[in-house]
């Protein structure tokens, strides 16, 4: 109840913080620039990550669950009309109101399993998939009518909304896709397309002079999703120049920010410190996005005050693994390794907000924060060898049967297990997961005029022109599991390049054979680099010790989170036929829960993989044994946090 007071005592006092004519408004540049997804290459066990998807899910998704995918053509001969009440969206629940809300379901599970397919098939460059996707956007583009409407609704309903609907965000999803697809092709068509739709919905959605997020049920999730379409204005301005797609993000941003709404991102919640983050967390993390490109196409100071809000808050509700609260609702939580969990969905929506904000700023923690979403939460979320995701999970897993670590109150929770759809609770996180190595990859290299910087490390290679001379860049490593990184550079003509890697979290001791200048947070080489170039970047990392909010120790080494591993049983629940995918469960051998008894952790030098050791205290026998940790990305069952022995 209390959120709602607050929710309606900000409403009442101040719809909109800000108003930003066209006139005044002084955009902010981006300060990085992405390369093209052609020039970026994944190389070992990221490579390997993206091989498994597209055999597994990634590629076969919509073979997997054909009613969601080939029986709704949705943007086509499909689309929605006020005579459909009922259609199958993969989530089971009851006909009726509850069921109508969720009709725009299948256009997200659709467009956005579309945009990671697409991507990492490029990233791949798999022909036989690429052949299969082109069919697929020719399809797409041949739905759009002469008018440039690129959607879901028939013309009965729609730009006709005053309560929930998915025209926006069907929109966004699909526009997305397309995106993807241009910045491989660079297909003119399939830009226009984008161009068309963009246009057709300010065309519907005057600028100052209408109201896209009216609604009379503050619960309006596709409605809101769809606040996300300014992902597409960001990419399309990035693309055009056309300022009217900038201007056209704070006017929606202002316009969700006046609506009563059930939503964390409204500004006068989130300069209000008092009010916690309450929503469904896909929506929080998405909308991130949108007060980021708000600020940057304006430079209001009000929407720079509202952008550390939101950051803070989200801080408050991350746990050790880099993920923040996202079992559906936030509610007000505040972060805990074993009772708050996080969706997938949330986790690609969160880490792709922050690629948002580290190309805006060039700060090399947002870089940092993305490698330890991604290296923990996002990876400790995938099964390690099948493919197949966990659509809720904790840092803290020691159960994985459906419920959360054990919880059996509700028998129709099935999230905490590894599935390759999970259609019992809805087709969304599979799709994201399909994004999530893609938008990690995509982001490794970045440009700014002729400096070249290696802002996510892993193994990969650039491949691209500075100065106009052609320049390879080959990052041979196994990093994070491994701490050498080797960057070997191919280059034609000696040329003077200004190469910035960024730092690592916590690696202090290290050692580059090159001269360098330790610079907020990059390692900057400037240097006439000559073919043969060899780079040697060695860190010596040491483990570090850190604390929750609870008081319970966990322990990290570079941007790895270390977990003790936990022996389970696996249950196969269901076999597809298609890739040999499956669903199962996972019961623990030994439910031995271990408290830290102030022992320091050890590494295993000796080992080939990140191993280490240290002395723990048994909680039901109280005797002390010997634990070994590993990374927490490559677990199944796990205890990553440790309460005091004392």
Request: aromatic residues 10%; glycine residues 6%.
């Amino acid at each position: 109840m209390r959120k709602y007071i607050l929710y309606a005592i900000g409403f009442l006092m101040e719809l909109n913080c800000f108003h930003v004519s066209a006139q005044s408004a002084k955009p902010i540049a981006a300060i990085q620039n992405k390369f093209s997804i052609n020039e970026i290459a994944p190389k070992g066990w990221l490579k390997e990550k993206l091989r498994q998807n597209l055999n597994g899910f990634t590629g076969h998704l919509d073979q997997l669950e054909p009613t969601l995918f080939q029986e709704d053509d949705i943007y086509g001969k499909d689309r929605l009309s006020k005579r459909i009440q009922h259609k199958n969206v993969g989530a089971m629940s009851d006909a009726g109101e509850f069921q109508s809300q969720f009709l725009w379901w299948n256009s997200e599970t659709q467009s956005n399993w579309l945009d990671g397919y697409i991507r990492t098939a490029v990233l791949l460059k798999d022909s036989s998939h690429l052949k299969r996707i082109q069919a697929k956007i020719n399809y797409l583009l041949s739905t759009q009518d002469p008018d440039g409407y690129l959607g879901i609704y028939d013309k009965e309903l729609r730009f006709q909304f005053n309560d929930e609907n998915g025209e926006l965000w069907s929109k966004t999803t699909i526009c997305r896709a397309l995106l993807s697809w241009y910045n491989y092709t660079k297909d003119p068509k399939v830009l226009n397309s984008v161009i068309l739709c963009a246009d057709n919905v300010i065309q519907h959605y005057p600028l100052n002079s209408s109201h896209p997020f009216v609604t009379k049920n503050p619960n309006a999730g596709g409605l809101t999703h769809g606040l996300a379409f300014t992902d597409v204005l960001e990419q399309l301005y990035t693309i055009t120049k056309d300022h009217k797609y900038q201007e056209y993000i704070p006017f929606l941003y202002q316009e969700f920010s006046s609506q009563n709404l059930h939503e964390d991102a409204q500004q006068f919640k989130l300069i209000n410190a008092s009010i916690p983050l309450m929503g469904h967390s896909v929506h929080t993390y998405e909308h991130l996005r949108t007060v980021a490109a708000a600020y940057q196409a304006t430079g209001d100071n009000s929407l720079k005050s509202t952008l550390e809000g939101f950051l803070k808050k989200i801080d408050n509700a991350t746990t050790p693994s880099g993920a923040a609260i996202g079992d559906e609702f936030i509610g007000g939580r505040k972060a805990d390794a074993t009772n708050t969990g996080y969706e997938y969905c949330s986790l690609l929506e969160l880490m792709d907000a922050y690629i948002s904000l580290y190309m805006k700023t060039n700060d090399p923690g947002y870089g940092n924060k993305i490698e330890k979403l991604f290296f923990n939460a996002a990876l400790g979320a995938s099964h390690p060898t099948e493919s197949a995701i966990c659509y809720l999970k904790t840092d803290n897993s020691y159960v994985l049967e459906g419920g959360k670590n054990g919880d059996q109150s509700d028998k129709n929770q099935t999230r905490y297990r590894y599935s390759p759809v999970h259609k019992e609770a809805a087709v969304c996180c599979v799709p994201n997961a399909g994004k999530i190595v893609a938008s990690y990859v995509e982001h490794m290299w970045m440009q700014h005029e002729n400096s070249i910087y290696a802002t996510l490390l892993g193994p990969s290679e650039l491949n691209t022109s500075i100065k106009s001379e052609p320049i390879t860049i080959k990052e041979m490593t196994n990093y994070p599991f491994d701490d050498h990184i080797t960057f070997k550079i191919e280059i034609k003509k000696s040329t003077r390049i200004d190469l910035f890697i960024k730092k690592p979290e916590g690696v202090e001791d290290f050692t580059l054979n090159m001269p360098f200048e330790n610079k907020d947070g990059y390692l900057h080489i400037s240097r006439l680099w000559k073919n043969g170039d060899i780079l040697q970047f060695r860190m010596n990392p040491k483990v570090l010790q850190r604390q929750t909010i609870q008081g319970e120790q966990y322990f990290m080494y570079g941007p790895v989170v270390l977990a003790h591993a936990i022996d389970g049983k696996q249950h196969v629940t269901k076999n597809y036929s298609v890739a040999g995918l499956k669903e199962m469960t996972y019961r623990p051998l030994n439910k031995s829960i271990y408290l830290y008894s102030g022992m320091p952790v050890t590494k295993l030098t000796a080992s080939k993989s990140l191993r280490f050791i240290t002395q723990m205290k048994d909680s039901k026998t109280g005797t002390t044994q010997q634990l070994e940790l590993v990374p927490m990305g490559t677990t199944i069952l796990r205890q990553t946090t440790f309460k005091n022995a004392n």
